[in-house]
């Protein structure tokens, strides 16, 4: 009887772990084709040449944001809506922008965080407005022990949201 509920449960184990490998793999197969997908989709939307990196943002809405040239060989960025529908695509030069690098200086000169996560370029609306902008979104870990989402217009430089939540 012993041996039965052994096999039994190392039965359930190996399932599990099967299942476990074939969800995950399946997750990441499919965002590839869909990285792929937005992929040719920002470069014939776009008029681009050559694309050279597409990352997806979820913020209130889905966008895929890819980098690429023009024709003309400017660099730029593309947003992306999942819902094209709803939103428009936005296009702009890289120099239009400011950087990873400068948006890095200037949340560690304003708020001296503790640790950054990370930043990433995605679209975000204005409070008021309801209009929707490219910006940086930066996640840090406060001197509180805080998880901290901090925006930074990708045109201006200048920060426009922030929001906190605690950690336990």
Avoid: C
Avoid at 51 to 68: A, F, L, Q
Avoid at 125 to 134: A, F, I, L, R, V
């Amino acid at each position: 009887m012993k041996k039965w509920i052994i096999s039994v449960v190392a039965l359930l184990l190996i399932f599990l772990i099967w299942q476990s490998v074939s969800v995950y793999n399946h997750t990441f197969k499919t965002q590839e084709k869909v990285e792929s997908k937005m992929e040719k989709t920002v470069k014939e939307k776009a008029n681009l040449k050559s694309v050279s990196s597409i990352t997806t943002y979820y913020g209130d809405e889905t966008y895929y944001v890819g980098r690429g040239k023009t024709k003309k060989n400017e660099k730029v960025i593309v947003w992306m809506p999942k819902n094209q529908k709803k939103h428009d695509m936005i296009v702009k030069k890289v120099s239009q922008g400011i950087t990873k690098k400068e948006v890095k200086e200037k949340v560690q000169a304003d708020k001296n965080p503790e640790e950054i996560k990370s930043i990433r370029l995605g679209v975000t609306k204005d409070d008021q407005t309801n209009k929707e902008y490219p910006a940086w979104e930066v996640t840090y870990v406060d001197s509180e022990n805080r998880f901290t989402y901090y925006y930074v217009a990708f045109e201006t430089g200048k920060f426009t949201k922030l929001y906190r939540l605690y950690q336990s």
